[in-house]
């Protein structure tokens, strides 16, 4: 076993790995990034739409502040979001947005004079203020009361990942690419390294830090059926979960994105919608403004996801051998505009299912798209239960996004969240010891060498791949978008079944080196049972909040389940364990989101009786205390004063 | 009537004791809409469980898959089998290092150019954060964007003549590069610096002008007018050369 030390070691260099790799490199410390991939091949890449950041220097964002984005986002979240983590991303994703700028982002700017755009199916002149003229502009996105969303195109995610990168070649950040961590080392709830493999020739190689970071994205491709990178199963909330210490927050909070194209399940960015784009049915009627008459296509995404599984359901699908589906139409935004601000989207139509989007309705589906939940971390980004490990970007559970996020936050959640909580990984870094214990790592090490072994040489004869369908099926079939007490059961019981298997598995390639088949073979436990933990936390949520939606219990329950779901996994045990923590200080009291419909149940606590459990019953599962505490990051009740959020747009 | 499609599939596995470059065919069933990146997932999932090859965002976004296709690089899962002949060669790219079968390390070649090119904005300036965000034309934005849409995925590389004689030129990736950084005003690189970073034949008097770069490009950048705009630029580093040479 080879081993390596670093002050810092970041699993994942992705937007939030890297933004976190050079927070620590600037104060000083030796960094390490860890990367399946290289850095900027990462899924943050394949974003397209942009960053919601309050900079209201697009006219249609005018009197926009941190406040408002932080209703929004408040709101959008359905009340599940720690409204103090949500406040201090929205006061910090404008800093965010101009320090990427300062790195080389080009940004799209403000063009003062008037422009002809679409909104609400309607083709309408705006004039952008000539004073705000070569400022960061931005378009609309949904469920968001102002025009927030800045952006490159449709090449957001890509332009702002270059630029990172750029900046971590610069500082000479050390990166291992084609290294996929296997395991946490870690000791009496301390963590001080991993276990990782080279994809490149199969070696084990142990690094062991002062501080660890995991930023390895979502876990998407549980559903097969996935708008995500094939490289996003969950490695990165395994580690965490396997430790049997660290619990993963509200894992049944899946996304289900409006528009992934049929076949492929290609995203569509969001900004299709936002820059005038319409949802049709199989009469070519446009039928989102019936569901929803204020938001209409821009309602929030679990909200518009649902409202087209609704019209399907109700017959107004069209067939097609790939199943049934609704279109997107874009060819009245014109061809200039599909080719420059939506180009992706149109090589995308072009290349991959035949459709020119200038002449042609493109064909959509809600297709699974983003994981709200992941390993549970206090405001610090510091992981529950272990000391010394930290997650950021979408492998956490921070949570800025409670059980629906709202689009253009997630990729602007990166940066923030890697400027945020980046500083506080380097401060703990700075004062932490280096505990070299390679004994220790040669235990954890020893597991998977076992482990590989056993993958290798028993007599087993399950099918990595087989099993692996079997699994996302289940899931897809019963923890989709419409969720039934019935059918969570079948999942539940079937993914019991998968897991009784999981030692069976026998892995057919011999070769040495990166063996793909056993790389998948490792991995297969950690997806199996995350995706137990997603469907048994589905079945338990008797309510409908965000994304989770119950057919059997239709109403969201402030009264039972204003809560987050925490499950972790003893070693050795046969089931996880589930428990429920409040979701954090509430300033901003559950409400009407103003678009989605729906029934609630009232809490029966003032806001001063629940805020007063939230902390102790926190902490009693793990929570570490922070660096300030909770709760002074959230003013008080300023959300009052934002009286334009009524009458926005 | 369905196609039964003929795969001949380079395959070398360096860390394989003994083992020799050699194609293996492989057989399989067309289905509607067939790409690469699906053929070769069932090829491996069914016949080839060691098989190496690199997908990540299969939307043709993240630049992985670039392959030798029918002796044409090009993205592979963006490659649909119905615009293919019943025969489909596939070789890795060359010029990169193999790891194995159709994989080959693109990530520490682009890597290495970013260092070697200071892929990064050159400025004295300080991040306030407190500040408004200095201004930019929006046509010289979308300008910066048009060469910063390259995805790395080393088509213009394996392409490339001098590339295959030179092992040290930059390619087209390397010159559209700096052409992105000579476009853009937070840049504070001079002519003279400019000059001296790419007035080499590892560089851009380096490109015999072929543009086979220019046909294989999956993203259709623009490297024509970025070759010609570096070329003219250099002219004027000449000048600021010439005349700073001590010629008394």
């Known amino acids: 076993m080879k081993v390596l030390t670093t002050d810092v070691l970041i699993i994942g260099a992705g937007l939030a790995g890297e933004r976190a790799a050079i927070a620590s490199a600037q104060a000083g410390l030796d960094v390490t990034m860890l990367s399946l991939v290289p850095p900027r091949r990462s899924h943050s890449a394949a974003a397209q739409g942009g960053m919601q950041a309050s900079l209201g220097n697009s006219v249609k964002g005018k009197g926009d502040n941190p406040t408002v984005h932080w209703l929004d986002t408040v709101k959008g979240s359905d009340w599940g ?55 960061i502009t931005a378009r609309d996105f949904g469920g968001t009361a102002k025009w927030r969303t800045c952006y490159t195109a449709d090449g957001t995610g890509h332009t702002v990942l270059y630029a990172m990168d750029n900046l971590a070649v610069q500082l000479d950040i050390t990166i291992h690419d084609r290294m996929e961590a296997l395991s946490l080392i870690h000791e009496d709830g301390v963590c001080i390294g991993a276990i990782v493999r080279s994809l490149r020739d199969g070696e084990l190689v142990a690094y062991i830090s002062k501080a660890t970071a995991i930023a390895t994205g979502g876990y998407g491709r549980l559903y097969g059926e996935s708008t995500n990178a094939i490289i996003n199963e969950g490695t990165g909330s395994w580690l965490a979960l396997q430790t049997g210490l660290v619990p993963l927050g509200n894992m049944e909070a899946v996304q289900f994105h409006p528009t992934g194209i049929v076949p492929t399940d290609i995203l569509v960015t969001e900004g299709c919608r936002g820059d005038g784009g319409l949802l049709l049915d199989v009469d070519e009627y446009r039928f989102m403004p019936e569901y929803e008459p204020e938001k209409q296509e821009l309602a929030s995404r679990d909200v518009v996801s649902r409202r087209m599984k609704q019209h399907i359901l109700k017959g107004k699908g069209v067939q097609s051998s790939y199943g049934e589906h609704l279109w997107l139409d874009l060819r009245h935004l014109g061809e200039k505009h599909l080719t420059t601000k939506l180009r992706e989207v149109y090589d995308i139509c072009m290349f991959f299912i035949g459709v020119n989007p200038i002449k042609e309705l493109i064909p959509v589906r809600p297709t699974q798209h983003y994981s709200m939940g992941g390993i549970r971390v206090n405001k610090d980004g510091h992981a529950y239960g272990m000391k010394g490990l930290f997650a950021l970007g979408e492998v956490a559970c921070w949570d800025m996004h409670g059980f629906n996020r709202l689009g253009g936050n997630s990729l602007a959640e990166t940066v923030v969240a890697g400027m945020v909580v980046g500083n506080k990984i380097a401060d703990y870094a700075k004062t932490a010891e280096l505990n070299a214990n390679v004994s220790l790592a040669e235990k954890f090490c020893k597991e998977q060498t076992d482990l590989i072994q056993h993958l290798l040489t028993n007599s087993g004869t399950e099918d990595v791949y087989a099993l692996r369908d079997e699994m996302a099926d289940l899931l897809k079939d019963h923890v989709h978008i419409f969720r039934t007490g019935e059918g969570l059961e079948k999942a539940v019981t079937g993914l019991k079944g998968i897991l009784g298997r999981l030692k069976n598995v026998r892995v057919k390639a011999q070769a040495p080196g990166m063996n793909p088949e056993l790389s998948q073979a490792l991995r297969i436990e950690g997806m199996a049972k995350q995706a137990y933990i997603i469907a048994k936390g589905a079945l338990l949520r008797t309510e409908s909040r965000g994304a989770h939606t119950r057919e059997d219990y239709p109403a969201r329950d402030d009264k039972n389940w204003l809560n987050r779901t925490l499950a972790s996994w003893k070693i050795g045990a046969d089931e996880p364990e589930f428990n429920y923590e409040p979701v954090g200080q509430l300033d901003l009291p559950p409400g009407d989101r103003g678009y989605g419909g729906g029934q609630m149940i009232d809490m029966d606590l003032s806001l001063e009786e629940y805020n007063a459990k939230v902390d102790a019953e926190q902490n009693a599962l793990g929570k570490h205390a922070t660096s300030e505490p909770i709760g002074v990051k959230l003013p008080k009740e300023a959300w009052r004063e934002e009286s334009p959020y009524k009458d926005a747009k | 009537m369905a196609r039964t499609l003929t795969f001949k599939i380079f395959r070398y596995n360096p860390t394989k004791e003994n083992d020799e470059p050699h194609i293996e065919t492989f057989e399989l069933e067309e289905t509607p809409r067939l790409n690469l990146f699906t053929a070769l997932h069932r090829i491996r999932e069914k016949q080839a469980p060691d098989l190496m090859y690199d997908f990540v965002c299969r939307a043709g976004i993240c630049g992985s898959c670039a392959m030798m296709i029918n002796g044409r690089p090009t993205l592979a899962c963006r490659t649909l089998t119905a615009d293919l002949a019943d025969t489909i060669e596939l070789y890795p790219l060359p010029f990169f290092k193999l790891l194995g079968d159709l994989s080959v390390d693109t990530g520490v070649w682009f890597h290495d150019m970013a260092k070697r090119l200071e892929s990064w904005i050159h400025t004295t300036k300080e991040f306030d954060p407190t500040a408004e965000e200095e201004r930019m034309d929006n046509a010289t934005a979308n300008k910066i964007y048009e060469s910063e849409r390259c995805i790395e995925c080393g088509c213009c590389v394996a392409a490339c003549a001098t590339a295959q004689v030179y092992p040290d030129f930059l390619g087209a990736a390397g010159l559209n590069r700096i052409g992105r950084f000579m476009f853009d005003p937070r840049d504070t690189r001079g002519e003279q610096e400019w000059f001296e970073l790419v007035s080499t034949d590892i560089g851009v008097f380096g490109c015999i002008g072929m543009m086979a770069c220019d046909d294989v490009c999956p993203k259709d950048l623009p490297l024509l007018e970025v070759f010609s705009y570096i070329r003219r630029k250099m002219n004027s580093g000449v000048k600021v050369a010439v005349n700073e040479m001590d010629l008394t």
């Open chain 1, 81 to 135: 979001a720690d409204q103090e983590v949500a406040r201090i991303f929205a006061d910090n994703a404008p800093i965010a947005m101009r320090e990427m700028a300062h790195f080389g982002v080009p940004w799209n700017r403000v063009e003062g004079g008037p422009r002809d755009v679409y909104i609400k199916g309607k083709k309408t002149t705006i004039v952008e203020d000539d004073a705000n003229e070569g400022l």
